[in-house]
């Protein structure tokens, strides 16, 4: 038998978007909750799934977004996401708070990439 797993099963409509980036958070000493996923969706939503019990941790959202990448510190302090905004934003793990926000320089400017 295929083995399927849900982890959105009780959602809102925008929840129920496409998936758009995966990232395991990196198990640590310190972490509360092992097997943590992070989704980013094209509704510009994130999510912090504990894929064991199927629930929901935290859920972040930047309307008119869409979270195109997310990845992590290698010891979890932070995880990063970037979108269709071109904004990249570091955020602290415990507090889920956005530290940094850095905007994209213009296309055709000496300072091409992302700048604080």
């Known amino acids: 038998a295929d083995a399927k ?6 959602v809102t ?12 958070r990196p198990g640590t000493a ?5 097997s943590v ?3 980013g969706n094209c509704a510009g939503i994130i999510s912090h799934w504990h894929v064991p019990s199927s629930k929901r941790l935290h859920k972040l959202s930047h309307p ?3 979270i195109y990448c997310i990845d992590y510190a290698h010891d979890a302090w932070a995880f990063a996401t970037g979108g269709k905004d071109a904004v990249v934003r570091i955020y602290e793990e415990a507090t889920k708070s956005v530290l940094v926000s850095m905007h994209g ?3 055709r400017s000496l ?3 992302h700048v604080a």
């Open 5 to 10: 797993h849900v982890l959105n099963d009780s």
């Open 13 to 24: 409509p925008a929840d129920a978007l496409p998936t758009l980036a995966l990232c395991w």
């Open 30 to 34: 310190a972490a509360r909750a092992r």
């Open 37 to 39: 996923l992070v989704e």
């Open 64 to 66: 008119g977004n869409e």
């Open 105 to 107: 320089g213009a296309e």
């Open 111 to 113: 300072r091409k990439g």
